[in-house]
């Protein structure tokens, strides 16, 4: 996917919707696309949905495709038990538009340079969706990052979710559904994205030319997420399952505090920048130490090796599978997870890789 942005006259950037695409285009998430195309066929999609699920899944993409799906000109339609009942063609002036978010019938609501969408916003888009519309069948209005809502646009919005203008629908795009008010979700049936599986991003990477062994490093780091595995460039993926997996046979190696926090410094590699960057990176490390862990999981119940995230490192794995089978492995991962959420709550680099390595 690229990403193409303008610049408006008043130096604003424009970005243009990253290819939206028809429903047989989103990767994995069969059965909620499928759930979404029969809604729109059979005309009882509700009209006010939460598409919560982790960052980077496509939750965006399949609120486009299902835009795309309402208003297309010349949809594809099928009978065939196992196929979509209803799809965008893809190439009518609608869907073009919509791919291009320059249809006047699909608002998209996201958080300004504030990180907060602030109740204008909302006022102007309950405003615009009060109106038939324009040229499509349905006017879709997607917000997205809805948790970045404050209160009072939650509120403002609150009445267009219960009683919406007929023929809108309204999408709130989250990663964090419990920010929002509970007043807010208790009227939006709620589809719950799940993260993808690393079949499904290996087989997208693929699709966007990267090698089979690349596809397969990077997905088995991405932690679900195929947006983090294209916005990663795959080489540093790959660096960080590398650290974690020497941190992993380092503190192996030695019960010695000191040694243990001595290693620690490894763990914190090419951190230093200070602040949001040097968490990302400890994070990008502790995600692939989380992944090695599953995998040693697996290897030490003798699961299918076909289900290992990292198979091209098995020999490696074979190695930690001594120390960390059964219980230690189990409390490493939590420990790990534990560091993740710390980090999630700005704690220091330094702080959590110190705690961590004497966790393992
Ligand atoms: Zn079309």
Redesign the pocket.
């Known amino acids: 996917m690229s990403h193409a942005a303008i610049i408006a006259a008043n130096g604003d950037t424009i970005h243009l919707e990253r290819s939206a695409m028809p429903f047989r285009d989103v990767v994995g998430h069969r059965r909620l696309v499928g759930l979404l195309s029969r809604s729109v066929r059979r005309e009882s999609l509700p009209p006010s949905l939460i598409f919560a699920g982790p960052d980077g899944v496509g939750k965006r993409l399949a609120a486009l495709a299902t835009a795309?799906a309402l208003n297309?000109?010349?949809?594809l339609v099928s009978d065939v038990p196992e196929q979509m009942e209803i799809d965008?063609?893809?190439?009518?002036a609608?869907?073009t538009r919509i791919a291009r978010n320059v249809h006047p019938d699909i608002l998209i609501v996201e958080p300004g340079d504030n990180g907060s969408i602030k109740i204008d916003q909302v006022r102007e888009i309950v405003e615009r969706a009060a109106y038939r519309p324009f040229e499509g069948r349905r006017r879709v209005v997607i917000v997205d990052q809805a948790d970045a809502l404050v209160p009072a646009a939650q509120n403002a919005l609150l009445k267009t979710l219960e009683e919406p203008p007929s023929a809108s629908v309204f999408i709130l795009i989250t990663s964090r559904p419990d920010v929002l008010l509970p007043t807010v979700r208790s009227r939006c049936p709620r589809l719950s994205f799940r993260p993808l599986g690393p079949a499904d991003i290996a087989a997208a990477l693929e699709a966007r030319g990267h090698s089979e062994a690349e596809a397969r490093a990077v997905a088995a780091t991405a932690d679900g997420s195929l947006g983090r595995a294209l916005e990663a460039h795959a080489g540093e993926l790959v660096e960080a399952r590398e650290v974690a997996q020497q941190a992993l046979a380092d503190a192996a190696a030695s019960d010695d505090p000191r040694r243990r926090i001595e290693g620690a410094k490894n763990l914190l590699a090419k951190t230093g920048a200070g602040g949001a960057s040097d968490r990302e990176q400890l994070a990008s490390h502790l995600r692939a130490m989380e992944s090695l862990l599953r995998d040693v999981e697996l290897l030490s119940t003798r699961a299918d090796v076909r289900a290992l995230a990292n198979p091209d490192v098995q020999p490696a794995l074979e190695r930690l599978v001594r120390t960390y089978e059964g219980e230690r492995g189990m409390r490493a991962f939590t420990a790990v997870d534990r560091a993740l959420m710390a980090l999630d709550r700005n704690a220091g680099v330094k702080i959590v890789a110190d705690w961590l390595v004497l966790q393992l």
């Open positions: 795309q297309c000109i010349a949809p965008a063609c893809g190439v009518c609608a869907c």
